[in-house]
Structure formats: C-alpha cells, structure tokens
C-alpha cells in the first residue's frame, strides 16, 4: 500500500525518533560503564604526581581536603599527604586562566611550615618550543646519558624550581624580571613564565593565610 506524503513524513519522524533515543541510551550507557574507569584512571595519575613533590605517605591526600580561593579568586584545593599518621606536607592544586594560551594549571607540594617543596604543571595550552618549555619537566637526553635509563622523579625545571624553598607574603608579591622582580623568565615566553610565577605565588599565599585552618584540619602542628 502507497503511503500518501504526509504519512510518510509521520512514519520518517518516527523512525528518526527511535534513532535518535536508541543512540542517546547507548551513549548513556557507554558513559555508565566508562565513568568508574576514568575516575579510577584519574586517581591513579593524581596520586603519581603527588608522588612526584612529595615526601613520602602513605595515606590517600584525595580524602583530606580543604577548600579556599586564592587572592585572585581562583579556586585552590588543599590535599593533606600523611607517613605513620603524621602531617608531612600537603599538596595544592590551582590554575591561573592568563597564560599566553589560557588555563595554567599547577600541582604544588608544600611543607607544613608553608614553605615550597615543588611544583608540577599538569595542564596548559602553551606554545610548543616557547611557552611550553617552561611548563615541562623532562629529562633531556645527550651523548653522555644516551644510554642511561631515564632517572625517577621530578626531573629538573629552572623556571619551576626557583620557587622551591620560598614562602609567599602579602607584602611581596612575585614578579618575573622583566616586571620588576626577582624572579627568571625565558625569553619569548614571558607571558607564561610571569604566569606560573603569579600561580605559585598565589597558591602558597593561599596556605599561608588559611595555614591555621587547614593544619587543624589535617592534624598537623599549629
């Protein structure tokens, strides 16, 4: 039987219907069976950062958080690393939105006393070469190490380590040079490296002025 031009319509607008909800509950349901994975996945790569500038724990930071916003506004999460029940450090994470190619964010191990341990970009958008450089940590190999295996741990970064060892103080912001600071920059990439600058700065001045809080928090010395 012909079916006139307007049931042919109906009966196409139900056919694209049941596709489209067909298609909309396998995409949920790959979703479903896919989210446990990724979070797992995630977690995974975390707690190896956090390994990274760190001392060592033995407990899961992830479920010690405290919660703040640096003087930015950027929100900053405060995560308690512990060894035999004892506060050893505790690791941040933040990101400044104004590197050269947006979101820079950092992951940042910090004593107890609020002093920098070390720092990790974990996510950027940066020039390849320029902006980039200054964000990686990576073993660069050469003929005297070719053969080498590739060292563990946090491999070195000027730009990043400068910040190690200090604590930030409201009355002395950080500033790369070429804005009046203290602190290196690379050429060509300024605008990135005074953006981590401003991240590490933040971050730690964030602890600093809920140092009191997040200690009580995580059961560390006051």
């Known amino acids: 039987m012909k079916l006139k031009d307007n049931e042919n319509i109906a009966v196409l607008g139900i056919f694209l219907g049941a596709v489209g909800l067909l298609s909309a ?31 060592a724990f033995d407990n899961d930071p992830s479920q010690l ?72 940590r990576v073993f660069n190999k050469t003929i005297f190490n070719i053969t080498k295996p590739v060292p563990a741990g946090l491999a070195p970064n000027i730009y990043l380590d400068q910040f190690n060892g200090k604590a930030a103080s409201k009355d002395a912001p950080w500033k790369v040079r070429k804005d009046g600071g203290s602190f290196d920059y690379r050429t060509g990439a300024t605008i990135t490296s005074a953006a981590i600058t401003t991240l590490a700065y933040e971050i730690d001045l964030a602890y600093m002025e809920n140092k009191k809080e997040i200690l009580s928090r995580f059961g560390g010395e006051k």
């Open 65 to 136: 958080v405290y919660e703040a916003k640096t003087s930015s506004g950027w929100n900053v999460k405060f995560m308690g690393a512990k060894k035999s029940g004892k506060l050893v450090a505790v690791a941040a994470v933040a990101s400044n939105p104004g590197g050269y190619g947006g979101k820079i964010e950092m992951l940042m191990g910090i004593a107890p006393d609020g002093k920098i341990l070390a720092s990790l970009i974990t996510a950027n958008n940066e020039t390849p070469g320029l902006g980039a450089n200054v964000c990686a």
């Open 25 to 55: 509950l396998v995409l949920a349901l790959v979703s479903h069976v896919t989210a446990s994975p990724i979070a797992a996945a995630q977690a995974a790569q975390q707690k190896k950062a956090m390994g990274m500038v760190l001392p």
